[in-house]
């Protein structure tokens, strides 16, 4: 394939190489391989389980370490809340007043998540800012029928010259009401950071944001600081970071052409989170939380979800210390029943499947074999039971090469045409809720390279639209999925109580959203 120099200049600008987008390209061509699942990992089989006295003593370990080491919250948050309200942008399009209720339109649509919002309108966080809002531009808003009330209070939420809701991140939108005031999402982050991402004091917490979100984001920190620090007894020390363009993708044509846009230009797209790879490889701290930005809960529930965050923290500790003494014993003269005790912890503790030929190795060969698997990056996955919620779930997956891990996997990575994927999938106990603690530095205090530990065959292939004409896009391996897929691996299951997103508005009508 024949770029133009117009077309490797755009490429270049975008600090991408044209093998790169070759590649890329190659891969669109040969297709994205589907997983291998091999079997779910449930309770027993790749998922721990703690009972209380487990668990107050995991958590005594983290709370008893936590000074002694450096700490970072990542969270993703570049999320817009487009999304969010989907449902009423089509309400919005719709519904036609002159010629309907607002019930017969909810009835002859089974508009039900509809229904939900408008019964629990008055629940949400920034009701009343809404209403001052259309008071302003409607002192008779309190006379208007209940139809004409409704439609006025969506309005006012979407417009882009009213509110303009859905142009908010997701991070800076309200999310809790409290007594005196409501709160973001971001806020709320940073509360949580106090019970169990700080140490002496200090909160560190990262924010990957969309660049034009930056100053927004400042704002409401200037804002908080003081009384958020002051509550919390605790300093914050605030970082962000953006999508690197030269994670961006190229889009192709339904025939693997590169897609060009009514100018001839080139047209490139964000990769996904897996992009974020590159974020998370710029911090250099000793224990790393991952939590998504919309997960997050009210004050009262903030004690019980930090105890199981401290619990997974205290995990990677207890593994980590093991990790490196034997990673070290490794450097020195060793006998084959040491080799077999470090062979056997990996394959108890650390979920290693070894090779089925290791007890054949010569004592030199089970040394560098046994080094090459603990010298990896940690993680430590809380997995809530399977309940019908959304999101990947734990599985023993097989590559390419036949070397059998636990993976994070996402229902589109899986063949569900294949009788035998498929009953793995519908056997899945647990799923990902997206809540992992991260040790990123080997036994010598030296920083992983994490893109170095990236399988680039669990990429996404998706199909979207641009100027009405139908494209491909290419998403990276997902942050948690492939792009972590040569790490070491624990599943530790969690309860519910820890995963509270908010995908659609109506979410933040759920229990772990409101006060009362």
């Given at each position: 394939?024949?770029?133009?120099?117009?077309?490797?200049?755009?490429?270049?600008?975008?600090?991408?190489?044209?093998?790169?987008v070759?590649?890329?390209?190659?891969l669109?061509?040969?297709?994205?391989?589907?997983?291998?699942?091999?079997s779910?990992?449930?309770?027993?089989?790749?998922?721990?389980?703690?009972?209380?006295?487990?668990?107050?003593?995991?958590?005594?370990?983290?709370?008893?370490?936590?000074d002694?080491?450096s700490?970072?919250?990542?969270?993703?948050a570049?999320?817009?809340?487009?999304?969010?309200?989907?449902?009423l942008?089509?309400?919005?399009?719709?519904?036609?007043?002159?010629?309907?209720s607002?019930?017969?339109?909810?009835?002859?649509?089974?508009?039900?998540?509809?229904?939900?919002?408008?019964?629990?309108?008055?629940?949400?966080?920034f009701?009343?800012?809404?209403?001052?809002?259309i008071?302003?531009?409607?002192?008779?808003?309190?006379?208007?029928?209940?139809?004409?009330?409704?439609?006025?209070?969506?309005?006012?939420?979407?417009?882009?010259?009213l509110?303009?809701?859905s142009s908010?991140?997701?991070?800076?939108?309200p999310?809790?009401?409290?007594?005196?005031?409501?709160?973001?999402?971001?806020?709320?982050?940073?509360?949580?950071?106090?019970?169990?991402?700080s140490?002496?004091?200090?909160?560190?917490?990262?924010?990957?944001?969309?660049?034009?979100?930056?100053?927004?984001?400042?704002?409401?920190?200037?804002?908080?600081?003081?009384?958020v620090?002051?509550?919390?007894?605790?300093k914050?020390?605030?970082?962000?970071?953006?999508?690197?363009?030269?994670?961006?993708?190229?889009?192709?044509?339904?025939?693997?052409?590169?897609?060009?846009?009514?100018?001839?230009?080139l047209?490139?797209r964000?990769s996904?989170?897996?992009?974020?790879?590159?974020?998370?490889?710029?911090?250099?701290?000793?224990?790393?939380?991952?939590?998504?930005?919309?997960?997050?809960?009210?004050?009262?529930?903030?004690?019980?979800?930090?105890?199981?965050?401290?619990?997974?923290?205290?995990?990677?500790?207890?593994?980590?210390?093991?990790?490196?003494?034997?990673?070290?014993?490794?450097?020195?003269?060793?006998?084959n029943?040491?080799?077999?005790?470090?062979?056997?912890?990996?394959?108890?503790?650390?979920?290693?499947?070894?090779?089925?030929?290791?007890?054949?190795?010569?004592?030199?060969?089970?040394?560098?074999?046994?080094?090459?698997?603990?010298?990896?990056?940690?993680?430590?996955?809380?997995?809530?039971k399977?309940?019908?919620?959304?999101?990947?779930?734990?599985?023993?997956?097989?590559?390419?090469?036949?070397?059998?891990?636990?993976?994070?996997?996402?229902?589109?990575?899986?063949?569900?045409?294949?009788?035998?994927?498929?009953?793995?999938?519908?056997?899945?106990?647990?799923?990902?809720?997206?809540?992992?603690?991260?040790?990123?530095?080997?036994?010598?205090?030296?920083?992983?390279?994490?893109?170095?530990?990236?399988?680039?065959?669990?990429?996404?292939?998706?199909?979207?639209?641009?100027?009405?004409?139908?494209?491909?896009?290419?998403?990276?391996?997902?942050?948690?999925?492939?792009?972590?897929?040569?790490?070491?691996?624990?599943?530790?299951?969690?309860?519910?109580?820890?995963?509270?997103?908010?995908?659609?508005?109506n979410?933040?009508?759920?229990?772990?959203?409101?006060?009362?």
């Open positions: 394939m024949n770029f133009t120099q117009n077309d490797i200049n755009q490429i270049e600008k975008k600090g991408l190489t044209v093998d790169k070759l590649s890329q390209i190659a669109f061509k040969k297709g994205v391989p589907f997983v291998n699942l091999k779910t990992a449930t309770i027993g089989n790749g998922i721990l389980a703690f009972n209380e006295r487990e668990r107050e003593d995991l958590i005594k370990l983290f709370d008893n370490k936590r002694t080491i700490i970072m919250k990542f969270v993703p570049s999320g817009a809340a487009t999304r969010m309200f989907k449902t942008f089509t309400f919005l399009k719709e519904y036609n007043p002159q010629k309907e607002i019930n017969s339109y909810i009835n002859k649509n089974k508009e039900k998540e509809l229904s939900v919002f408008f019964v629990g309108l008055e629940k949400l966080p009701f009343e800012e809404v209403v001052t809002k008071h302003k531009s409607h002192p008779n808003y309190n006379e208007l029928s209940y139809d004409e009330q409704r439609l006025l209070f969506v309005k006012t939420m979407l417009d882009e010259n509110l303009n809701y908010f991140p997701k991070g800076l939108l999310f809790h009401r409290y007594r005196e005031h409501s709160s973001t999402a971001f806020e709320e982050h940073l509360f949580e950071a106090a019970e169990y991402a140490s002496n004091r200090d909160a560190n917490l990262h924010f990957t944001i969309s660049e034009k979100h930056k100053d927004k984001f400042d704002e409401e920190f200037k804002y908080i600081e003081e009384d620090e002051e509550k919390t007894q605790t914050f020390n605030i970082t962000f970071s953006y999508q690197k363009h030269a994670t961006d993708t190229i889009a192709v044509t339904t025939t693997n052409e590169p897609f060009r846009d009514d100018n001839g230009m047209v490139f964000p996904g989170h897996g992009a974020l790879i590159e974020n998370l490889n710029e911090i250099d701290t000793d224990i790393i939380f991952i939590k998504n930005i919309d997960n997050v809960v009210v004050n009262k529930y903030k004690g019980e979800v930090a105890k199981y965050k401290k619990m997974l923290a205290g995990v990677i500790l207890k593994i980590q210390k093991n990790a490196f003494e034997y990673e070290e014993s490794l450097n020195y003269e060793i006998t029943e040491k080799l077999l005790e470090i062979a056997d912890f990996l394959s108890s503790k650390m979920n290693i499947v070894l090779d089925v030929n290791f007890n054949n190795l010569s004592l030199h060969e089970k040394k560098v074999y046994l080094k090459n698997k603990l010298n990896r990056p940690i993680r430590v996955c809380g997995m809530v399977n309940e019908g919620e959304p999101g990947g779930g734990p599985f023993w997956v097989k590559n390419s090469s036949d070397n059998i891990s636990l993976q994070i996997v996402e229902s589109a990575q899986i063949d569900k045409k294949n009788p035998d994927q498929n009953t793995i999938l519908k056997n899945a106990t647990h799923f990902n809720p997206v809540d992992l603690v991260c040790s990123v530095k080997n036994h010598k205090g030296e920083k992983f390279d994490l893109t170095k530990y990236v399988d680039s065959n669990t990429a996404f292939i998706t199909m979207k639209t641009k100027t009405g004409k139908d494209l491909k896009a290419l998403e990276l391996p997902g942050l948690w999925n492939g792009s972590m897929a040569y790490w070491n691996t624990i599943f530790v299951e969690v309860p519910l109580i820890t995963f509270n997103p908010v995908k659609t508005v979410d933040l009508l759920k229990a772990p959203h409101q006060i009362k």
